[in-house]
């Protein structure tokens, strides 16, 4: 009940029959109905393995209690949203490849995993194909690029792209393994072929790493740090994850005062799951426990919040339009953290001076 046609369509589509052949089979000998989890599975391992392993496919159920609050992901959702929708209609004015450039843990992945199931698609996360034995790299990375585009409808994923692929050309000791997967990716990405039919979206947080032939070929989206007045929501939809049923409201005065907390001390959504689930399992989660755990949370150090400072920073240097920024249409009301005023001009407007002083000043603390 939880599938209509579509979507059991394309569960069943572009892998061997014979995956499903043994679900409908098992289903009838023990008597027990077919259910969504054993289908995702089923087409999961029928991927993995005509791909051999340089194609899985995730479970969008994974996402189905996630609510991702804040001002500075409103814009990028919205942005999904709309791209989600042109691929169930098949529209092929929308971009074939997006790249989430952002800050370490501000909901990235969940955004593509969410995008995938507004779209009604399954969503293929793209593992390097790189090999131990000569030629066969090549091999792999020619069969990945055959099977995803065999796979329509549908959405790829490639998270933290900079570190799974080969993002620019180097000189390497790898007998041009690397550049073979480069080349095939360059050629996923370029292919017209997929417009309205499939669509890729990446993830990362050193934009900066990508070579320009590699970056020109996305929408990069800018997806940055929370505001401190998003964290009260933000702590309550993670509580409402962790404990499946926990109600809190923003506004309860120990909510205010962990948000403070954890503002403070740099610490972001990930983290905050962290913290929460620990003080959950020792004392279940309440509003005081919820400002306990903010206390005991240690402080980001220095040099991880300055590289998650350039990680943002980077992001908004590399956006394709500033209609893509948090603040755009909203400069009056927006409440800018102190890191990005010091990059905006008079008119609210961003610096192109100012922002690549601050690029160049953050430089030696990269390591996101």
């Not at 392993?53 to 942005?79: C, H, Q, W, Y």
């Not at 990362?204 to 940055?224: L, S």
């Not at 409201?249 to 983290?271: G, S, T, V, W």
């Not at 943002?312 to 603040?327: F, G, H, M």
Request: glycine share 4%.
């Amino acid at each position: 009940p939880e599938l209509d046609d579509q979507q059991i369509a394309n569960l069943s589509s572009s892998t061997p029959n014979r995956g499903l052949d043994l679900v409908f089979r098992a289903s009838h000998i023990s008597g027990c109905p077919i259910e969504v989890k054993g289908l995702i599975e089923q087409k999961s391992k029928d991927v993995q393995t005509i791909s051999e392993e340089t194609i899985s496919m995730l479970d969008t159920t994974r996402i189905k209690d996630v609510a991702l609050k804040g001002e500075n992901v409103r814009v990028p959702m919205e942005f999904l949203r709309k791209q989600a929708n042109g691929l169930r209609s098949r529209d092929k004015s929308i971009p074939t490849n997006i790249l989430l450039l952002g800050a370490p843990g501000t909901g990235k992945t969940d955004m593509a995993i969410l995008t995938a199931h507004w779209a009604a698609v399954p969503i293929y996360q793209l593992n390097s194909p790189k090999a131990g034995i000569v030629g066969e790299t090549e091999r792999r990375a020619t069969l990945q690029t055959r099977i995803f585009a065999s796979t329509t409808p549908s959405l790829g994923f490639i998270d933290e792209i900079t570190e799974a692929m080969p993002m620019q050309r180097t000189h390497n000791l790898d007998s041009g393994a690397s550049d073979s997967v480069m080349q095939a990716l360059l050629n996923t990405l370029s292919d017209n072929s997929r417009e309205g039919q499939s669509m890729l979206i990446a993830t990362t947080n050193c934009g900066y790493k990508m070579g320009a032939a590699m970056r020109d070929r996305f929408v990069v989206v800018p997806v940055i740090m929370p505001a401190i007045e998003d964290f009260p929501e933000i702590i309550c939809s993670i509580a409402k994850q962790i404990s499946g049923v926990l109600s809190i409201n923003p506004q309860d005065n120990y909510i205010q005062q962990a948000a403070k907390e954890f503002y403070d001390k740099h610490i972001m959504p990930r983290r905050i799951r962290a913290a929460l689930k620990l003080v959950c399992q020792q004392e279940g989660l309440t509003p005081k426990a919820i400002l306990d755990a903010a206390n005991d949370a240690n402080p980001l150090d220095e040099a991880s919040w300055l590289a998650a400072v350039y990680a943002d920073l980077s992001a908004i240097s590399l956006t394709v339009s500033k209609r893509l920024l948090p603040w755009y249409g909203r400069e009056d009301s927006y409440p800018f953290p102190d890191y990005i005023k010091q990059i905006l001009d008079e008119n609210m407007e961003v610096d192109p001076v100012k922002l690549n002083q601050e690029l160049n000043r953050l430089q030696p603390y990269v390591n996101v």
